[in-house]
Every structure is written in structure tokens, then in C-alpha cells.
């Protein structure tokens, strides 16, 4: 069946640094590829898609891009923010319309 | 609008209690999803609803009872619940089918409420 796998976290940086999430799949054909965000206390928030290889999602300076040669989803911020702390999902929606969540990513970014 | 709405945010409730967590969308979505989430964990997928009618269930126990009154509303009703189902509850809508990637790769996008903090005292 289709996975995905995250990195193990908690990803603690300080503001302005580089930041990558790494974020890869097991999935038949040709699936779609979230990322979401959790802010503490509330719900999750699509951070950012994309739907056939090659295709880079982008969203308040985040970016990934969808690699089927490597099977990968990577997550990339070129300077992280304070506000940027919070837990990032990485998901996909295959040919079921039921997606798969990787287990979550803790990010905590220090002043 | 991409809104779904939750209702209520935080909801505290005894054992013996009866209650009902409500969900809301007006983006034409026909899949309905209610998960549970535990603390630093991904959501688990409780129950989906595809044309107002029950199409996956998780094993999830009979305490917990859904309902899709319409296309646009989901409700979750809480009966003789365990202090370990204290939790997120979070619900989701998406467009039906799950589609192929590219041009309809749009219908693949789930958009989740806030949720529904719940502690079972």
C-alpha cells in the first residue's frame, strides 16, 4: 500500500536558517503530494501541492519539489521565521481519494 | 472559500455523558472525513462519507456515531466516551474522486477545520 516517511524531528534552528523537512514515498501510478502545517493548537493547513512529477509547490517561501526518480517530496525554506515553528505533514492522495500522512515533523526555531 | 468550520473549538465531557461535534462546508466537497489525533501524532482516519453515505469505517468503536444529514454537514455523536479518547478531532472535505495527477490533481486537495479539542473527564 501507499507510505509515506518523514524525518524524525524535533528540527531545531535558529531564525534565518536553511531548513529542509525530508519527506519520501511508496505509492502506485501517480499520486498527488501535500504538505501540510499544524500550528500549535489548531488544526492542519495546506502548506502547499503538487500533482505529477517535476511540478514545485510553493508557499510563504516554502518550497518542494515532487522527484519520482527519487520517490521524494523534500521541503525547503530558504530563512526560517520564528512563526514558522509548528509541526509539517507530508501526505499524498493516490488513486484512492484517501490520503496517507507521514508521521509529522516537530520544527522549533529559536530567536 | 476553502473554509470547513468546526463546532465547538474545546469541548470537556464525563463518561456518561451525550454529545456531538459538528462539521461544516459550503465548497461543494461530497467526501467528508472525521480523524483523531493524539498529541505529535498524524491524524487517524475515523470515518469517511462519500454522497452522504458511510463508505469507510475504521474499526473505530460504537461509541463514536456519524452522520452526514446533507452534502455539507457531518456530524460526530459522543456517547459513554473513555478517558483515552480525549483527543483532536478534526474533520475534512474533499471532491470525490481522487483523480489523476496533473489537470485534475486539484480534486485531490483535503481542506481540514480547526478541529475539536475533546477531553473525556
Known amino acids: 500500500g501507499d507510505s509515506v516517511t518523514q524525518m524524525e524531528g524535533p528540527v531545531t534552528l535558529s531564525e534565518e536558517a536553511f531548513l529542509t523537512i525530508n519527506c519520501t514515498y511508496t505509492?502506485?501510478?501517480?499520486?498527488?503530494l501535500f504538505w501540510y502545517v499544524q500550528y500549535p493548537g489548531e488544526g492542519l493547513q495546506l502548506l502547499l501541492k503538487?500533482?505529477?512529477?517535476?511540478d514545485k509547490g510553493s508557499n510563504k517561501g516554502f518550497e518542494a519539489t515532487y522527484r519520482k526518480e527519487t520517490t521524494s517530496f523534500h521541503l525547503e525554506k530558504g530563512s526560517v521565521q520564528v512563526s514558522d515553528s509548528a509541526v509539517y505533514f507530508c501526505a499524498l492522495r493516490g488513486g484512492s481519494y484517501i490520503p496517507t500522512f507521514g508521521r509529522g515533523t516537530s520544527l522549533i526555531v529559536h530567536p | 472559500d476553502t473554509e470547513v468550520t468546526q463546532t465547538p473549538k474545546h469541548l470537556v465531557m464525563g463518561m456518561t455523558n451525550k454529545k456531538s461535534l459538528k462539521c461544516e462546508q459550503h465548497m461543494g466537497h461530497r467526501a467528508m472525513y472525521w480523524y483523531k489525533q493524539k498529541a505529535k501524532k498524524p491524524p487517524e482516519l475515523m470515518f469517511v462519507?462519500?454522497?452522504?453515505?458511510?463508505?469507510i469505517n475504521e474499526s473505530v468503536p460504537s461509541r463514536f456515531s456519524p452522520e452526514c444529514p446533507n452534502s455539507s454537514l457531518l456530524n460526530l455523536h459522543l456517547h459513554a466516551l473513555q478517558p483515552e479518547d480525549s483527543a483532536l478531532y478534526l474533520c475534512a472535505s474533499s471532491q470525490r474522486d481522487g483523480g489523476l495527477a496533473g489537470a485534475q490533481g486539484a480534486k485531490n486537495i483535503q481542506y481540514f477545520g480547526a478541529g475539536t479539542r475533546l477531553s473525556v473527564l
Open positions: 505509492a502506485t501510478g501517480y499520486p498527488s
Open positions: 503538487a500533482t505529477k512529477a517535476d
Open positions: 462519507y462519500s454522497y452522504e453515505k458511510l463508505s
